[in-house]
């Protein structure tokens, strides 16, 4: 290390923290003004009596004071050049990345929305790999959901965020064909885990094992290099699954029989998350990590370290007579070299060496700055009611569903109503009036959601209503006196631009679907949408998109369908 500090390759030579030297004007200011005041007459001399100020006050020297100005300076400097990564010299280091594997197989059968785990069996498996990725397993991780068949909801990332934003929407109605193949299930995982290095693993989360074969289970163990855990959520004495007049409960013998194969572990629920911490522990230590051969990653030394060793021997006389006045602009100039990922010096503001961050975003809400507010609060109530006042109901609800109390249900329910999910909405004002029968908002709300959901209803009725009258009605014979031409004619295109005008002249407005071209001036960007146009509503549920992407791997044959006994 010596070596490469005595021998610089000055052709290599730059800052790694460049975008920082800014920084160096204000600060200089700041020094150059404390050397202006300490130059001021101190008035508090005239307060002695002139025979005493000889003894009193000893005047010093010029040079004294120029030597600790330049100290000063060259304190700055040191450290300046310090704090902004000087560096020539290059460390290779092996690149790697992680190659261990994680896969979450979700049940999504009927039987998933039993009851007897609270608050149903689906629900609670939610929360379980809620907790799960939280705890931050390492793994790249992969979710697979199935019943009949077999379907990737999201490839391997170890981007939980992507999964976590997936989980809620996860419901049986989503899949193509009812039942449990686990057949299906174990082809598809065995394409996951061809030829892997590090050791594979499965969590597989249902409450069937009626149809799990314990041979074909030891068979994929065998040709495969995973370890299979096993989640059970049901009980023994099981529960009715809805729309089925079927108990559905656990085989705690077929359990039992694959709990006793070696490399397959059997979970058991807890009512906190000790269950799947301890897993993610697991998972996480057991990682492994692959070289990506002749690469390498170029990282640049930071060598501002070895400034610290004039600037500690310059300090050493902080404390000789004067220097004091400047301990507060060093303290403000100086920083030390630390890594660059330690330093955020943007986000510092002069106000948080006196405000709290909860009291400047409190000062923020009662400006009604709302979306400012919210980045400032750290608790999920107070953040997800400046989110919801500031028209961002998307983040709103990310922050109620961190609120576990009966109001922050409530106020998740009046976000869903906004977001215009009302039977989710009306689901969660049902809960909030479980917990709290006696709370009138979250009743009369739920009155309203429950209208809104009946009038939207009757409105598709009439629709569909109009629909088939107009479809009846297009070869409809003219019986008419009046009119001798006959039915079912073909409108001329006069007659139609003359329809369209007089119903867009009395409406003043037409659905969105019957804008076909676009406007002639939108070009590059430019140009507005005529604003008689009522828009309708964009679906953006990706629950919806999952749904209509594995009815169309079924129908496309591109996953099989299993032909189970159980239709739940």
């Known amino acids: 290390m010596v070596k490469e500090f005595i021998h610089i390759d000055w052709e290599k030579f730059h800052f790694l923290r460049i975008e920082y030297l800014w920084v160096a004007v204000p600060a200089l200011i700041i020094i150059l003004f404390g050397f202006i005041i300490y130059k001021e007459p101190n008035r508090w ?34 450290g300046f050049v310090s704090f902004l990564g000087p560096s020539w010299n290059e460390v290779k280091s092996p690149s790697k990345k992680v190659k261990s594997r994680l896969v979450i197989a979700l049940d999504l059968s009927q039987s998933m929305m039993a009851t007897d785990i609270s608050p149903n069996r689906l629900e609670r498996a939610k929360f379980k790999i809620h907790d799960l990725l939280k705890s931050n397993p390492r793994a790249e991780t992969n979710l697979l959901v199935f019943a009949a068949s077999t379907h990737t909801a999201i490839p391997f990332t170890t ?33 996951l885990f061809n030829d892997n290095i590090a050791e594979g693993k499965i969590l597989l989360i249902t409450d069937d094992l009626t149809d799990l074969s314990i041979e074909s289970v030891s068979s994929f163990l065998q040709e495969n290099n995973v370890h299979l855990f096993i989640y059970p959520f049901a009980t023994q004495s099981g529960a009715i699954v809805p729309s089925h007049k079927i108990n559905s409960a656990l085989d705690i013998q077929k359990l039992n029989s694959l709990g006793a194969m070696d490399r397959v572990d059997v979970l058991e629920i807890t009512l906190d998350d000790s269950d799947v911490k301890d897993l993610a522990k697991a998972i996480s230590d057991d990682l492994i990590f692959e070289d990506k051969g002749d690469e390498e990653e170029d990282n640049w030394q930071d060598n501002g370290f070895w400034l610290i060793i004039p600037l500690v021997f310059l300090y050493l006389f902080s404390f000789r007579k004067g220097w004091a006045l400047y301990l507060i602009i060093i303290s403000f ?19 948080d060496l006196w405000f709290t961050k909860e009291y400047q975003a409190q000062k923020e809400y009662d400006k009604e700055n709302y979306l400012i507010a919210a980045q400032g609060f750290t608790d999920p109530m107070r953040k997800g009611i400046a989110y919801y006042k500031a028209g961002d109901f998307m983040s709103a609800q ?32 049902d809960k909030v009036l479980q917990k709290d029968p006696t709370n009138e908002n979250a009743n ?18 009439e629709d569909a209503a109009l629909n088939e009258e107009g479809k009846q009605a297009k070869n409809k014979q003219n ?21 369209r ?58 996953v099989e369908a299993e032909k189970t006994m159980n239709k739940w």
Not at 333 to 351: E, Q
Not at 523 to 547: C, H, Q, W, Y
């Open 45 to 78: 001399k005239n307060n002695i009596a002139k025979h005493l100020q000889p003894y009193v006050i000893q005047e010093g020297t010029e040079w004294k004071t120029r030597l600790i100005h330049l100290s000063i300076l060259l304190m700055f400097i040191i």
């Open 159 to 191: 981007d939980y965020k992507i999964i976590i934003d997936q989980i809620d929407g996860l419901k049986p109605s989503m899949m193509p064909t009812p039942g449990t193949g686990f057949n299906a299930l174990f082809k598809k995982l065995d394409t």
């Open 333 to 351: 100039s100086f920083s030390s070299c630390s890594d660059k990922n330690s330093i955020n010096i943007t986000a510092f503001k002069f106000k």
């Open 398 to 429: 990310a922050a109620f569903e961190k609120d576990t109390t009966t109001q922050g249900l409530y106020n998740l329910a009046l976000t869903h109503a906004k977001l215009g999910q009302l039977e989710k909405s009306k689901e969660l004002f």
């Open 444 to 461: 009369a709300n739920l009155q309203h959601i429950i209208s809104a959901i009946a009038e939207l209803d009757s409105l598709q009725a």
């Open 479 to 499: 019986d008419s006196p009046e009119d001798l031409s006959g039915g079912g004619q073909e409108a001329t295109k006069k007659d139609m631009e003359k329809e």
């Open 501 to 558: 005008k007089e119903e867009t002249t009395e409406t003043g407005k037409r659905k969105g679907k019957e804008l076909d071209e676009l406007p002639d001036d939108f070009k590059s960007g430019k140009g507005e949408l005529p604003k008689n146009i009522l828009m309708r509503k964009v679906d953006d549920d990706p629950a919806l998109f999952l749904t209509k992407k594995f009815r169309y791997q079924i129908k496309k044959k591109l």
